[in-house]
């Protein structure tokens, strides 16, 4: 099967370098990915064959194409499961990967999607699961079923990025170093490396769980230490989102990422991660809901639907405070500070002016007219300040939401054809392409998908009450901070002026 990528970036072959010249955005095929030095083999679209950066392109996932797939098919009104379901015969195959979307049609318990108060994923511990395959768990008492979280709850830090080179100095890159609190033992990551990572999570558990996309790529000023920092802070933030994450910390590849022992373990790893075949809406089929009550259908349907409005409602919302944010920031560092330097002059003007004058008796309120003037200059440089103190962490999460709201409509999009699919299934036994046995694992193939979904849904609510407490308490405390310091440096001021 040929190996497609896409080309991240511009690329001017050398003359008489076997070198491939290729654009932005364009397709190519990959012919020899063991050529080495940091080179690939590839075939452009005009047959042309050379030897392309490896960093410039990106291989395209599994899932990734299947998503593509699934979003051309529905945008063209064909039906986005055509691609699993259909076998030679015209019947419908009966396993995971041919026919993963029915849904458990038994009856409910009064309770099994009922909405309730929810709690933080690290304070709940459930059942306690220590193994790399998903489990659900249904203790969550009125919540409704969850992920069976860990006993240790995982965490890392990202830091100390030190530039490297490769291709005999011609290549420089950032590497960071990545701490698990399991181990407590540094690995070294690149950026493409973190990108795998999110590659291969994306194809294993992208039909179940919302993967959210890393910082973005970037050709120009990727080492100035600006830059540098705030993508070691968000690539730090979304580590920490995926150790929170049960599922997810507790995979395969995840704890590879984390903790591999030499460079060895790491290519032996990530083979093995490349070549595993539970992926996409295989996923389903590692989850098993044991002792779970029956769904009933149109419940699940509503609550789908119900989540499907918050989510897009959320999301305008993020976006509403994303950008009410960035206008307050660009006001706070410039117009904003300017205005109380304009104040600061002024005073210090009057009180050039009111020195002028010889008579003296002058002396104490110039002094004070003078010292309020740079009061207010000093309050002008905490206000352009301080956005970089309270508003930016506001500001990071709710540019990690986004980024996770964006995921939840694919998400949702493979349990509502999942649904759709359960709801042909008597039409389907009618009509002797399926049989009743084949039906029933059908609906019991979709009860865990539904299972799943709220699962998820669950996770997301508690860790979104948790991220919103934590950073408007961390925004709020600056912000009183700041107009504690601001009402100090006035009270100086005044006190420097005669009571008269």
């Given at each position: 099967m040929e190996t497609k990528a896409q080309v991240l970036y511009d690329f001017t072959a050398e003359p008489g370098n076997n070198e491939l010249s290729v654009r932005e955005g364009e397709t190519i095929t990959l012919t020899n990915q063991n050529v080495g030095g940091g080179w690939i083999e590839a075939k452009n679209s005009r047959g042309e064959v050379g030897l392309v950066p490896e960093d410039y392109i990106e291989v395209c996932s599994g899932f990734r194409k299947w998503l593509l797939q699934r979003r051309h098919a529905t945008s063209n009104g064909n039906d986005p499961w055509a691609v699993f379901d259909n076998n030679a015969s015209g019947g419908v195959s009966n396993n995971w990967a041919a026919q993963p979307e029915g849904t458990e049609t038994g009856k409910t318990s009064s309770n099994a999607w009922h909405s309730g108060g929810h709690v933080h994923p690290q304070a709940y511990q459930g059942a306690g699961n220590n193994s790399n395959k998903p489990v659900l768990d249904y203790s969550g008492g009125e919540v409704g079923p969850v992920w069976a979280y860990p006993d240790y709850q995982l965490d890392c830090v990202v830091a100390d990025p030190k530039k490297g080179s490769k291709m005999y100095g011609l290549k420089s890159y950032i590497e960071y170093q990545v701490t698990p609190t399991t181990t407590n033992k540094p690995v070294n990551h690149r950026y493409k490396h973190f990108d795998w990572l999110y590659e291969r999570l994306l194809d294993k558990f992208g039909s179940a769980i919302p993967i959210p996309c890393l910082p973005d790529k970037q050709v120009t000023g990727r080492f100035e230490e600006e830059f540098i920092k705030m993508r070691m802070e968000r690539l730090q933030g979304w580590m920490s989102r995926m150790c929170r994450h049960p599922v997810i910390s507790s995979s395969e590849v995840?704890?590879?990422?984390?903790?591999?022992?030499?460079?060895?373990?790491?290519?032996?790893?990530?083979?093995?991660?490349?070549?595993?075949?539970?992926?996409?809406?295989?996923?389903?089929?590692?989850?098993?809901?044991?002792?779970?009550?029956?769904?009933?259908?149109?419940?699940?349907?509503?609550?789908?639907?119900?989540?499907?409005?918050?989510?897009?409602?959320?999301?305008?919302?993020?976006?509403?405070?994303?950008?009410?944010?960035?206008?307050?920031?660009?006001?706070?560092?410039?117009?904003?500070?300017?205005?109380?330097?304009?104040?600061?002059?002024?005073?210090?003007?009057?009180?050039?002016?009111?020195?002028?004058?010889?008579?003296?008796?002058?002396?104490?309120?110039?002094?004070?007219l003078t010292a309020a003037g740079k009061t207010y200059e000093d309050i002008a440089q905490m206000v352009a300040e301080q956005p970089k103190k309270d508003l930016h962490f506001l500001m990071e999460t709710n540019n990690e939401y986004k980024g996770l709201l964006g995921c939840f409509p694919d998400t949702i999009g493979v349990h509502k054809a999942a649904i759709e699919k359960v709801k042909e299934g008597d039409k389907l036994v009618a009509t002797g392409k399926i049989t009743t046995s084949e039906k029933t694992a059908m609906s019991k193939r979709a009860s865990t998908m539904s299972y799943a979904l709220q699962a998820e849904m669950n996770h997301f609510h508690s860790n979104r009450i948790y991220d919103y407490n934590r950073v408007m308490q961390q925004y709020l405390e600056q912000q009183v901070k700041f107009y504690e310091m601001i009402a100090e440096k006035l009270r100086n001021a005044h006190s420097q002026f005669t009571t008269m």
């Amino acid at each position: 099967m040929e190996t497609k990528a896409q080309v991240l970036y511009d690329f001017t072959a050398e003359p008489g370098n076997n070198e491939l010249s290729v654009r932005e955005g364009e397709t190519i095929t990959l012919t020899n990915q063991n050529v080495g030095g940091g080179w690939i083999e590839a075939k452009n679209s005009r047959g042309e064959v050379g030897l392309v950066p490896e960093d410039y392109i990106e291989v395209c996932s599994g899932f990734r194409k299947w998503l593509l797939q699934r979003r051309h098919a529905t945008s063209n009104g064909n039906d986005p499961w055509a691609v699993f379901d259909n076998n030679a015969s015209g019947g419908v195959s009966n396993n995971w990967a041919a026919q993963p979307e029915g849904t458990e049609t038994g009856k409910t318990s009064s309770n099994a999607w009922h909405s309730g108060g929810h709690v933080h994923p690290q304070a709940y511990q459930g059942a306690g699961n220590n193994s790399n395959k998903p489990v659900l768990d249904y203790s969550g008492g009125e919540v409704g079923p969850v992920w069976a979280y860990p006993d240790y709850q995982l965490d890392c830090v990202v830091a100390d990025p030190k530039k490297g080179s490769k291709m005999y100095g011609l290549k420089s890159y950032i590497e960071y170093q990545v701490t698990p609190t399991t181990t407590n033992k540094p690995v070294n990551h690149r950026y493409k490396h973190f990108d795998w990572l999110y590659e291969r999570l994306l194809d294993k558990f992208g039909s179940a769980i919302p993967i959210p996309c890393l910082p973005d790529k970037q050709v120009t000023g990727r080492f100035e230490e600006e830059f540098i920092k705030m993508r070691m802070e968000r690539l730090q933030g979304w580590m920490s989102r995926m150790c929170r994450h049960p599922v997810i910390s507790s995979s395969e590849v995840f704890q590879l990422f984390l903790s591999y022992k030499d460079e060895k373990d790491w290519k032996t790893g990530k083979r093995k991660a490349e070549k595993d075949e539970t992926v996409g809406v295989m996923i389903f089929s590692t989850i098993e809901p044991e002792g779970l009550p029956d769904l009933d259908l149109t419940e699940v349907e509503q609550k789908c639907e119900q989540f499907n409005r918050f989510t897009r409602a959320m999301d305008d919302g993020v976006k509403d405070l994303l950008t009410v944010g960035n206008e307050h920031w660009k006001r706070c560092t410039g117009p904003l500070p300017k205005e109380y330097q304009r104040i600061g002059k002024a005073f210090q003007n009057l009180s050039s002016v009111f020195t002028s004058s010889g008579y003296e008796g002058e002396a104490a309120l110039t002094d004070a007219l003078t010292a309020a003037g740079k009061t207010y200059e000093d309050i002008a440089q905490m206000v352009a300040e301080q956005p970089k103190k309270d508003l930016h962490f506001l500001m990071e999460t709710n540019n990690e939401y986004k980024g996770l709201l964006g995921c939840f409509p694919d998400t949702i999009g493979v349990h509502k054809a999942a649904i759709e699919k359960v709801k042909e299934g008597d039409k389907l036994v009618a009509t002797g392409k399926i049989t009743t046995s084949e039906k029933t694992a059908m609906s019991k193939r979709a009860s865990t998908m539904s299972y799943a979904l709220q699962a998820e849904m669950n996770h997301f609510h508690s860790n979104r009450i948790y991220d919103y407490n934590r950073v408007m308490q961390q925004y709020l405390e600056q912000q009183v901070k700041f107009y504690e310091m601001i009402a100090e440096k006035l009270r100086n001021a005044h006190s420097q002026f005669t009571t008269m």
